[in-house]
């Protein structure tokens, strides 16, 4: 894939809107960090976003929206979350909430969690993209998994320079740093993550994964989940993978695009069956099969 740098015009938005809602990311500014962007209700194009990035797990990831409106359309916000908004935003501000059911976001983006982070983003590329696609977009820093975060596009095009077809140039970010995240989920506010805005909030010391930048496990079915199964085994609910069937498939041709995007929705229908148990067929520990096997070993620890 060749990788374009453009500046950013009307032209380079309206061209970066097309390959979003063909099902692919593309690097924008914001003012923070670049982030890299994809339709957050199209669980293939947030998929490609982890193989650009070579994520090794799949964290729930921010959701950029225009204004409030839109993101009290996907969240629950509450007295506290919608003071914040009101201060904060548009700005380096996201709020976890809880996830209003029906809101149409793609189960990857959250990574199964009943909450989800929202962001309204100020710089003026984000937010040109936004109205152009018409959709909430998922956006983590653009940057190889591991890596610095980038403040400017050369430093999107060194980590990811053939993995993504679009860099939108709009120069250095003016903040440079990944967005403050408070959790307003009932309760006291918690601060998951410090940034560039001082919340008068409690520093989260519970260790459930809520947001990116946390160490610890994600959401996990409630049966017992067997790993490598090349069959099932009696009362089991199989995920198969590939040639091995079962009663759900994550992808019958073995695209770990597609098995990465069904992933969650394929734990959520086996913890919700009839069957006590859940196993699940081999993937391959290569490239994408890496992220969806760090979220299985998570699943069934």
Same mark, same amino acid.
């Given at each position: ?21 063909d ?23 947030v ?7 070579g ?13 409030? *409106? ?23 501000? *996201? ?16 990574a199964?969690l009943?909450t ?9 590329a ?52 990944e967005? *403050? ?23 989260? *010391? ?35 993978f ?60």
């Amino acid at each position: 894939m060749q990788t374009r740098v453009v500046p950013f015009t009307d032209a380079s938005i309206a061209e970066a809107a097309r390959l979003i809602l063909d099902g692919q990311p593309v690097a924008v500014p914001t003012e923070t960090v670049y982030g890299l962007a994809a339709d957050a209700t199209n669980a293939g194009a947030v998929a490609r976003i982890y193989e650009a990035k070579g994520r090794p797990s799949f964290n729930p990831l921010i959701v950029h929206v225009p204004h409030i *409106t839109a993101a009290e359309r996907i969240g629950d916000f509450r007295a506290e979350a919608r003071a914040l908004a009101d201060e904060f935003w548009p700005g380096p501000l *996201t709020l976890v909430v809880p996830l209003r059911a029906n809101a149409g976001i793609a189960s990857i983006v959250t990574a199964g969690l009943p909450t989800i982070g929202l962001r309204v983003p100020a710089h003026p590329a984000m937010q040109a993209l936004l109205r152009a696609v018409g959709r909430p977009l998922a956006a983590p820093s653009a940057n190889a998994s591991g890596g610095i975060s980038p403040t400017r596009a050369e430093h999107v095009l060194k980590s990811l320079n053939g993995r993504i077809p679009l860099i939108i140039d709009g120069g250095a970010t003016p903040r440079g740093l990944e967005s *403050t995240i408070v959790a307003a989920t009932g309760g006291a506010l918690r601060l998951l993550r410090p940034g560039p805005l001082e919340i008068d909030a409690e520093r989260d *010391t519970a260790g459930n994964i809520e947001a990116p930048g946390q160490l610890a496990s994600h959401y996990a079915p409630s049966k017992p989940v067997r790993l490598n199964a090349t069959s099932s085994k009696r009362n089991e609910y199989l995920i198969g993978f590939g040639r091995i069937d079962g009663d759900a498939n994550l992808s019958p041709s073995g695209d770990l695009i597609e098995a990465a995007a069904r992933l969650f929705d394929l734990l959520h229908q086996a913890d919700a069956s009839q069957k006590p148990r859940i196993a699940v067929a081999p993937v391959p520990d290569e490239g994408l099969g890496q992220a969806i096997n760090d979220r299985l070993r998570r699943a069934a620890a």
